[in-house]
């Protein structure tokens, strides 16, 4: 993982930080290819089936301790706001859809965000709330085959 991060991440990192763009498309195919991304979400069923840093270690011996050190070692680029760029929406956004959605919708969103083709996010802010989901007092409804939102 240091080696990936020295080479990949870190000279984006640092090029990102200073012309302000977001992490180049280039890092995110490196990392999905890796199956980093799915790893920086720890351990669990989404790991099933997929080949973790070229075989370094197997889905079902993936543990917190392998995802701590995914964690350290991309806080060595010492570039937050890249940091937080670099996949911080999938591992906030997709746990949500993993352990809630769906299964058809969790099929079709779960492995295009895991195979870095697609980015995701969980948006959430209310006056109450700021961005403790559990909070809100925002609630939808469906009537009439629409959906009624209410809320602050």
């Known amino acids: 993982m240091r080696k990936f991060v020295e080479k990949v ?3 984006d990192a640092q090029a990102r930080e200073a012309d302000g763009k977001p992490p180049s498309k280039h890092v995110f195919v490196e990392m999905a290819r890796l199956n980093i991304i799915a790893m920086r979400l720890g351990p669990g069923k989404h790991l099933i089936g997929r080949v973790l840093m070229d075989g370094v270690v197997k889905p079902e011996e993936f543990d917190s301790f392998h995802e701590l050190i995914i964690a350290q ?3 060595r680029i010492h570039a937050r706001g890249y940091s937080d760029g670099l996949g911080g929406g999938t591992c906030i956004g997709l746990p ?4 809630f959605a769906k299964p058809a919708l969790r099929d079709k969103i779960a492995p295009e ?5 697609k980015f995701i996010c969980l948006a959430v802010t209310e ?3 700021g961005s403790d989901v559990a909070g809100l007092r925002c609630r939808a409804r469906k009537v009439n085959g629409e959906w009624i939102v209410n809320g602050t």
């Open 127 to 129: 006056a109450f709330a």
């Open 96 to 99: 949500p859809v993993l352990n």
């Open 73 to 75: 070692e991309l806080g």
């Open 9 to 11: 991440v870190f000279p």
């Open 113 to 117: 965000v895991l195979d870095g083709k």
